[in-house]
């Protein structure tokens, strides 16, 4: 493919953002080559500078899961912004998209609008630090939750992709105030708990991890956390920025029936606009100011374009059925691409949730950071490659999710297992 003017463009970036893009976790590190730099996007469907179209499985790392550039999100947007874009002052619109979060999100009695994924994980660390009285987190190794410096310690995504655990910067007391445990493992959870009696604030955790990969929760594992934590005192923070809305309207704490006291949203709540959120009960909200000690604000925060955009895509997520096309094409595409590795006889491990799939390449199942981390990562990069050159834009990284959405359509996933299979034997 002629990607000659991504490479033009990227040139240019390099000498005035740093490596060239405005998240590392667009640089393609870990797969090599030049960043594809996209100029429009329509549906399931995304355009790059040279005009080459690609079947979108990035979808902007989530946000989208009613494909680019919905007509009434754009509308909803558009009309929002002709009224003023952000008053900073409450709106009506703030008032509408948290009764329909409230609604949503089973956990959740009051929400608080911020501008990012990272603010929500941050907000709730220090709402739960402000809560509990105590001081220490304990995460998952591959579990990335944002860049809070309280977060980025054996971190997933983008730190993962670039080979770097931890970040440098962050202050030295400040990490070692949070500790990693392993997904899927009950006991080394139990083992910090029981080493810091009395001192740990809460657990966080990607109810479904998306950033070592998709890898989802084994049986018993959140009802291990949510136990856990009632018997320490610790608040259970769900991180569902990913899984909000697209495991499940209510989230992946409605799939698997385990309540968490504090939800993190962003991605799909915001419909493409940069939202994130943060809730829970009206017991443990309450310590948020101006009701409580615990301080977080923002210029932006619940702007009316955002809420606006919001608002519209959350409305459309309640047409029924949709999450069922949703599931039923994200299980086409694994089970399609499982039989696609086995008769190129390519190692290959699928997992897989409603609207999200990893293709690892590996013999052993992967249900943690460790084995997420054993698997060829060579492989994946020219795989990654191959299925870009045959119109197909998977994430740039194995440590991350395909994302699916409503506006991905058969053709779409009969093309995606084509470019596959020519990838693996072409
Ligand atoms: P943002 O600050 O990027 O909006 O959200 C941070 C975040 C929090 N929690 C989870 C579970 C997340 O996945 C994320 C961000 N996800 C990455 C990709 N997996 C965003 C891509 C990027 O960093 O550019």
Redesign the pocket.
Known sequence: MDRKRSTELFDQARNLIPGGVN????AWNSVGGTPIFFERGEGSRAWDADGNSYIDYVCS??PLILGHAHPEIIKAAQDAAGSGTSFGAPTELEVRMAQLVADAVPSIELVRFVN??????MSALRLARAYTGRNRIIKFDG?????DDALLVEA???VAAQGIANSAGVHPDYAAATMVADYNDTASVERLLEAYKGEVAAIIV?PVA??MGVVPPQPGFLESLRELADSHGALLIF?E??TGFRAAYGGAQSVYGVGPDIT?L??IVGGGF?V?AYGASKEIMQTVAPLGPMYQAGTLSGNPVAMAAGIKTLELLQEPGIYDRIAANTEKLASGLGTVFAEAEVPAQINSVCGAFTVFFSEAPVTDMKSASATDRDAFARFFHAMTERGVYPPPSQF??WFVSAAHTDEDVEQTLAAARDALTG
């Open positions: 998240s590392p976790a667009r790392w989530g990012s994924g990272t603010e929500a994980t579990g990335y939750h944002g860049h997933g995504s983008g990607e998306g950033n991180d920025v990913i993190c962003g991605k940069p994130g991350e999710a």
